[in-house]
């Protein structure tokens, strides 16, 4: 019989239950570890509840939502582990445009609840991806350009801290704490609800592929890249790196969230880079786009996956790109080779002052997001290879990472992601708020020196 917490009404699972196997399973399939206890928690106090039992007990905490971090954070082996699913609720205010999103919610919960009144807000581009993770990351969306990322679009946080109390964080109350949580991950404490802002959303996008193969895509990338810094901000221009029947080619194009016939205005520029070989032009709901890659990232997989920021696109960058990690003369089986894509920053992203959130890199121009996803355990080593060789061929253009992008768990990944500085302002406010580094199963800031 699992053993009961003090104070906590929610359900526990341990490993002699039928759920267990459910509930302990996350994104990546490489990830099997054993939580000595899993707590459903279902209100503020059954979180507060599991962390005072976990810490008297001795157990690691990790904190699940969507479970989709690459590194299976949410998962500690033997510990505790805090499972917000049962706290989804998404309550939309149509006439403050505003959406109160409780901390175990899915991004789909999120858009349909909006949707439904002609709004939505900043999510990611996996619908069954946690909104917790992805916006206490940063939060990058296909309405990021327009509205900023998922963090600029959070007005306050109800978080339980590391001693089991609640609090509020607002620009106005606890604005530290406020200040870390827009882009700091799950350092200082389990999120239990976010009030997001939301914006007007008619309900429609736009996405445009140009098929070049890899061999005669450079030019047409110099081309797209110097569309980059006056795109439309309805546009968030993307170039993907895959493979098509055996050969690598390299997909060019733009999604568009907005007015289809202003979508379909701006293909005469893009059209402008080059002959392309085929091309594709689809229209769809903004819920069809916010979908569109479910069904090639459900969960039961085994991933690895890698990520960079450039501030520029240069020629040598470009040509890095497009090879993929695969070196000049090699006979390479392509359909081994890891994918990998470009994705457009700038418009409202950069609107906000870099020191104002703890995300950092606001002048990025493109985000790199590149790995692989496969079934069958023996292909791990040449998979996470392959991905690695993509990531290290870039790596010597970029000047910095998306925390939530980071697979190596260690101190320096976690200060190319934010910098010197920034690392300091958040080790402070981590030394504030989780001084004993409670939560350390994340993309761990460590608390500065008393």
Known sequence: MTQAIRG????????DDDEYDAHREVWNAMVDRRPALIARCATPDDVAAAIRHARAEGLEIAVKCGGHSVLGHSVPEGGLMIDLSPMSSVVVDP?????????????????????????????GNVSHTGVGGLTLGGGMGWLARQAGLACDN????????????????????????????????????????????????????????LSFPAAEAIEPMRR??????????????????????GRPVVLIGYVWVGDPDDARAHLPTMRGIGQAADESVVEMSYLELQ???DA?????????????FFTELTD?????FLTRGVSAGEDADWSRVAPGGLQAYGGAIADVANEDSAFSYRDTLVEFFGGHTWAEPAEDADRMDSARAFGDALEPFANGVY????????????RRAYGDAKLRRLSAVKRQWDPDNVFHLNQNIVPAAP
């Open 403 to 414: 925390v939530n992008a980071l697979v190596d768990d260690d101190e320096a990944a976690v």
């Open 8 to 15: 906590f009404d929610g359900t526990l699972i341990g490993p």
């Open 291 to 293: 979908s569109i890659g």
């Open 296 to 308: 090639r990232h459900h969960h039961g997989l085994r991933r690895y996956a890698n990520g960079h």
């Open 224 to 245: 797209w890249r110097d569309l980059l810094p006056d795109a439309p901000r309805q546009a968030t221009l993307t170039a993907d790196a895959v493979t098509v029947d």
């Open 154 to 209: 959070v007005e306050r946080y109800t978080l339980v801290t590391a001693d089991g109390e609640v609090v509020t964080a607002t620009a106005t109350d606890e604005p530290e704490l406020y200040w870390g949580l827009r882009g700091g991950g799950g350092n200082f404490g389990v999120v239990t609800e976010f009030t997001f802002r939301l914006h007007p959303v008619a309900g429609r996008a736009l996405v445009v592929e």
């Open 316 to 320: 040598p960058a470009i040509e890095a």
């Open 95 to 123: 006439d403050a445009r505003r959406a109160v999103v409780g901390g175990g919610a899915l991004l789909r919960y999120l858009d349909h609840a909006s949707q439904a009144h002609g709004l939505a807000t900043t999510a």
